[in-house]
């Protein structure tokens, strides 16, 4: 087996550096050793996600959660999944879904600051978006 490792790192560069034509290089590099990557599909979806495609990132993490094999991931931790897929269902205000996805997170990692910021956030937005729409206001 080959470590994952230097290839997430190469991807997380080239994300930073907007290359999105060599993260797709990188993906498919790693996919002749492992087809199978875990980790190739999340940075897959990542890169619709920063085109805007949404709903194609969302439906690619559904995939990955559905094959998740705990024994056979070469992702550290599925909880990036859940977090990825939130923020993208925010994006679409999708904002029940998104605050699942929150809450399966911190249900697995209950001492993740992170998890418990955005969903803060997320229910600052809700609020703030169901005022718009005439839903009417929370009271303290």
């Keep these: ?7 997430v790192i190469r991807i997380k560069t ?12 990188v993906i498919n590099e790693y996919r002749q050793i492992n087809p199978d990557s875990d ?11 920063l085109h805007g495609k949404y709903a194609d990132a969302i439906a690619l993490l559904d995939n ?34 998104a605050l699942y996805n929150y809450d399966i997170i911190i249900t697995n990692d209950p001492d993740n600051p992170v ?16 005022i718009k729409k005439g839903q009417g206001y929370r009271t303290l």
Excluded at 1 to 6: K, Q, T
Excluded at 39 to 49: F, H, N, P, V, W
């Design 39 to 49: 980790s190739m599909m999340y940075y897959e979806a990542k890169l619709k996600g």
């Design 14 to 25: 080239y994300i930073n550096l907007r290359m999105e034509n060599k993260v797709l290089e």
């Design 1 to 7: 087996p080959y470590a994952v490792e230097p290839y």
């Design 64 to 97: 990955l959660l559905e094959k998740h094999n705990p024994d056979k991931t070469d992702m550290e931790t599925p909880m990036k999944i859940f977090g990825l897929k939130a923020e993208y269902l925010t994006y679409l205000k999708n904002y029940d879904k």
């Design 115 to 130: 998890a418990y910021g955005k969903k803060s956030l997320l229910y600052q937005i809700k609020d703030d978006y169901n």
